[in-house]
C-alpha cells in the first residue's frame, strides 16, 4: 500500500503531467488555427482574383485604338460587339476627338435576318445588306464613352440634336421632326457631369423603341420606326460618323453567314 508521500508524489507527477499535455496541445490547436488563417486570408484575395481573370477572359474585349477606350465583346443581354469607332468634331479647324464607341447587336437574330433576304454573302458589304439592318427591328445598341474633358450635357444636346436631326430630314424626305429628335436628349438635366470616361448608351429595342441612358440612368424612351432608322442610320449609313467602323460592321455582318 502507498504510504502518503508517495500518493503525493504521484499526484504531483499526474498534475505536471496534464499540465504540459494541456499546453503541448493549447500550442498545436493555436499552430494549426493560424495556419488555416493564413490559408483563408491566402485563398480569399487569390480566389477572387482567379475569379476575376477567368471572368475577364471569357468576356474578352476590344480596344478603340485611337482613343485607348475598352469595350467587352459580349453585354450581358448577349448583343455581341461587332465594331468600334471614334467621333471627332472639327473646331477652328481641329479635330477633336469627343468619344470612342462600340456598335453592339443581337447577332442571332440579325443572322436570321440577313440569311431570310440574301442567299449567301457577297464579297464585301453591299448597300443593301447595311440598309436591310438599318430598316429592321432587330435589338442594337451604341455605347459612347467621352474623352474629351471639356464636354457638357448642353453640347451633347445639341450636336446630337444636329446629327440626328440631319438623319431623320434624310430619311423623311426634307422634314426636320425637332420635335421628335429632342425627345432624345430633352430629359436628360444640365446638371448631369460628364466627365473623361462617362458613358451614354442609345439603343434600339423591340418593337422600334429607342432607349437612352447618361451614366447608367434611362433618359428618355421612345417609340418611333423613324428615329430609330435614322439613329442607326448615323453609323451605318452612307454618310457614317466613321466609315472605317461602318466598314468593320460590315464584315462582321457577312461573317454571320
Not at 100 to 109: C, L, P, V
Given at each position: 500500500?502507498?504510504?502518503?508521500?508517495?500518493?503525493?508524489?504521484e499526484s504531483?507527477?499526474?498534475?505536471?503531467?496534464?499540465?504540459?499535455?494541456?499546453?503541448?496541445?493549447?500550442?498545436?490547436?493555436?499552430?494549426?488555427?493560424?495556419e488555416?488563417?493564413?490559408?483563408?486570408?491566402?485563398?480569399?484575395?487569390?480566389?477572387?482574383?482567379?475569379?476575376g481573370?477567368?471572368?475577364?477572359?471569357?468576356v474578352?474585349?476590344?480596344?478603340?485604338?485611337?482613343?485607348?477606350?475598352?469595350?467587352?465583346?459580349?453585354?450581358?443581354?448577349?448583343?455581341?460587339?461587332?465594331?468600334?469607332?471614334l467621333?471627332?468634331?472639327?473646331?477652328?479647324?481641329?479635330?477633336?476627338?469627343?468619344?470612342?464607341?462600340?456598335?453592339?447587336?443581337?447577332?442571332?437574330?440579325?443572322r436570321?435576318?440577313?440569311?431570310?433576304?440574301?442567299?449567301?454573302?457577297?464579297?464585301?458589304?453591299?448597300?443593301?445588306?447595311?440598309?436591310?439592318?438599318?430598316?429592321?427591328?432587330v435589338?442594337?445598341?451604341?455605347?459612347?464613352v467621352?474623352?474629351?474633358?471639356?464636354?457638357?450635357?448642353?453640347?451633347?444636346?445639341?450636336?446630337?440634336?444636329?446629327?440626328?436631326?440631319?438623319?431623320?430630314?434624310?430619311?423623311?424626305?426634307?422634314?426636320?421632326?425637332?420635335?421628335?429628335?429632342?425627345?432624345?436628349?430633352?430629359?436628360?438635366?444640365?446638371?448631369?457631369?460628364?466627365?473623361?470616361?462617362?458613358?451614354?448608351?442609345?439603343?434600339?429595342?423591340?418593337?422600334?423603341?429607342?432607349?437612352?441612358?447618361?451614366?447608367?440612368?434611362?433618359?428618355?424612351?421612345?417609340?418611333?420606326?423613324?428615329?430609330?432608322?435614322?439613329?442607326?442610320?448615323?453609323?451605318?449609313?452612307?454618310?457614317?460618323?466613321?466609315?472605317?467602323?461602318?466598314?468593320?460592321f460590315?464584315?462582321s455582318?457577312?461573317?454571320?453567314?
Open positions: 500500500m502507498a504510504t502518503t508521500a508517495e500518493l503525493a508524489m504531483k507527477n499526474n498534475v505536471a503531467s496534464g499540465a504540459e499535455k494541456w499546453a503541448k496541445g493549447k500550442a498545436i490547436s493555436e499552430a494549426g488555427n493560424k488555416s488563417g493564413n490559408k483563408t486570408c491566402e485563398r480569399g484575395p487569390a480566389r477572387e482574383e482567379a475569379n481573370a477567368k471572368k475577364a477572359e471569357e474578352g474585349a476590344e480596344v478603340e485604338p485611337r482613343t485607348g477606350v475598352s469595350f467587352p465583346v459580349r453585354l450581358e443581354d448577349g448583343k455581341q460587339l461587332n465594331s468600334v469607332g467621333r471627332k468634331k472639327s473646331i477652328l479647324g481641329m479635330g477633336l476627338k469627343i468619344y470612342g464607341f462600340g456598335i453592339y447587336a443581337d447577332n442571332e437574330k440579325l436570321d435576318l440577313l440569311k431570310s433576304e440574301f442567299r449567301e454573302a457577297p464579297a464585301r458589304p453591299t448597300k443593301e445588306i447595311y440598309q436591310k439592318t438599318i430598316d429592321s427591328d435589338g442594337m445598341m451604341v455605347r459612347m467621352i474623352v474629351f474633358s471639356g464636354l457638357t450635357m448642353s453640347m451633347v444636346r445639341k450636336n446630337f440634336g444636329e446629327g440626328l436631326g440631319g438623319a431623320v430630314k434624310k430619311l423623311a424626305g426634307g422634314k426636320k421632326h425637332a420635335d421628335l429628335t429632342n425627345k432624345v436628349l430633352g430629359e436628360a438635366s444640365d446638371d448631369i457631369k460628364l466627365t473623361s470616361g462617362s458613358v451614354i448608351e442609345i439603343s434600339r429595342l423591340p418593337g422600334y423603341t429607342l432607349q437612352t441612358k447618361v451614366t447608367d440612368k434611362v433618359v428618355s424612351k421612345i417609340q418611333s420606326e423613324l428615329l430609330c432608322r435614322a439613329y442607326i442610320n448615323m453609323y451605318l449609313g452612307d454618310d457614317a460618323i466613321d466609315t472605317d467602323a461602318r466598314e468593320k460590315g464584315m455582318m457577312l461573317k454571320l453567314f
